[in-house]
T-cell receptor
Framework: QKEVEQDPGPLSVPEGAIVSLNCTYS??????FMWYRQYSRKGPELLMYTYSSGNKEDGRFTAQVDKSSKYISLFIRDSQPSDSATYLCAMSAPGNTGKLIFGQGTTLQVKP | EAGVAQSPRYKIIEKRQSVAFWCNPISGHATLYWYQQILGQGPKLLIQFQNNGVVDDSQLPKDRFSAERLKGVDSTLKIQPAKLEDSAVYLC?????????FGPGTRLTVL
């Protein structure tokens, strides 16, 4: 079993839709949770960073963490064609030198 | 602020040849990471440096991969000899605290 599971998609939605991206994890030591966005032929860029259960909002993006269920989500409101990319969840444990464990990534396409 | 620089961007080699990748991290970032991203997968950490010392190289195939970070700034990752399964994007990242900043990657194709 992988430490971090993420549905690879692809996920195709119309412009303006609400998108929900999810990851599950098995290691209860994970305390820091991140979402990265990766455009084709580019490196990942950090979208959201959280270390507690609950919701964190940044513009059209909301990150949700449920540590009891070992489940994290990223919601994108009013999705735009420019949101078309691969979304990677990543997590790390305290005292683990900052090593990130990534999910497989979900490919999202937002159609105009 | 300049981002993480990597070169070359693309490299095509034949199996059993050697190849080297270069990374210049963001100025002042003490921690540098090399990741391997195989098509359709998330990045996997190969090696982590703190200044010029190795912090974690547990997933580096040491029989063929080597990396160094001289003077705690630039870093090179080498593969010798390359295998077909080494075809991937090699990402360099750097950090000063909790956030890792990634470069554009080097796309390696081994024929």
């Amino acid at each position: 079993q992988k430490e971090v599971e993420q549905d690879p998609g692809p996920l195709s939605v119309p412009e303006g839709a609400i998108v929900s991206l999810n990851c599950t994890y098995s290691n209860s030591a994970f305390q820091y949770f991140m979402w990265y966005r990766q455009y084709s032929r580019k490196g990942p860029e950090l979208l959201m960073y959280t270390y507690s259960s609950g919701n964190k909002e940044d513009g059209r993006f909301t990150a949700q963490v449920d540590k009891s269920s070992k489940y994290i989500s990223l919601f994108i409101r009013d999705s735009q064609p420019s949101d078309s990319a691969t979304y990677l969840c990543a997590m790390s444990a305290p005292g683990n030198t900052g090593k990130l464990i990534f999910g497989q990534g979900t490919t999202l396409q937002v159609k105009p | 602020e300049a981002g993480v620089a990597q070169s070359p961007r693309y490299k095509i080699i034949e199996k059993r040849q050697s190849v080297a990748f270069w990374c210049n991290p963001i100025s002042g970032h003490a921690t540098l990471y090399w990741y391997q991203q195989i098509l359709g997968q998330g990045p996997k950490l190969l090696i982590q440096f703190q200044n010029n010392g190795v912090v974690d190289d547990s997933q580096l195939p040491k029989d063929r991969f080597s990396a160094e970070r001289l003077k705690g700034v630039d870093s090179t990752l080498k593969i010798q000899p390359a295998k077909l399964e080494d075809s991937a994007v090699y990402l360099c990242a750097s950090s000063a605290s909790d956030t890792q900043y990634f470069g554009p990657g080097t796309r390696l194709t081994v024929l």
